[in-house]
C-alpha cells in the first residue's frame, strides 16, 4: 500500500510515492517535447534529442528511457504488430 503522504503516484494508488523522484527526468523529456509541439508544431528543442518526423515507410520512433535521455531508432516490435495487424483484419 502506498504510503498516505499527501502525493500519488502516476503508476496508480498502489505504487510507492517514492517512485516520482524516479519519473522526473523521463516525464520532463517528454513534456518538453509535447510542449514544443504544440506551441510550434516542432516538438524538436534546442537541448531535446532530436524527434524524427512520421515517416510510414521507416516508422521511426523516439525511444525514451529512465534517465531522461531519448533516441531516435526504429520500433523494435514492428513485424510482430504488423503481423498481428494482418491477422486482425484478415478476413475468413
Known amino acids: ?3 498516505k503522504t499527501g502525493a500519488m503516484s502516476p503508476l496508480g494508488p498502489e505504487a510507492p510515492v517514492a517512485t516520482l523522484p524516479l519519473l522526473h527526468a523521463p516525464t ?3 513534456l518538453h ?4 509541439h ?6 524538436n528543442g534546442k537541448a531535446l534529442p532530436r524527434w ?3 515517416d510510414r ?3 521511426a520512433l523516439l525511444q525514451h528511457d529512465m534517465k531522461g535521455s ?4 526504429f520500433d523494435p516490435f514492428k513485424e510482430k504488430l504488423d503481423l498481428i495487424e494482418a491477422f486482425g483484419t484478415a478476413r475468413p
Do not use: F, N, R
Request: charged share 10%.
Open 1 to 3: 500500500m502506498a504510503a
Open 28 to 30: 520532463a523529456t517528454l
Open 33 to 36: 517535447h509535447v510542449m514544443g
Open 38 to 43: 504544440g506551441q510550434s508544431g516542432d516538438p
Open 52 to 54: 524524427p518526423a512520421y
Open 57 to 59: 515507410a521507416g516508422e
Open 70 to 73: 531519448a533516441k531516435a531508432g
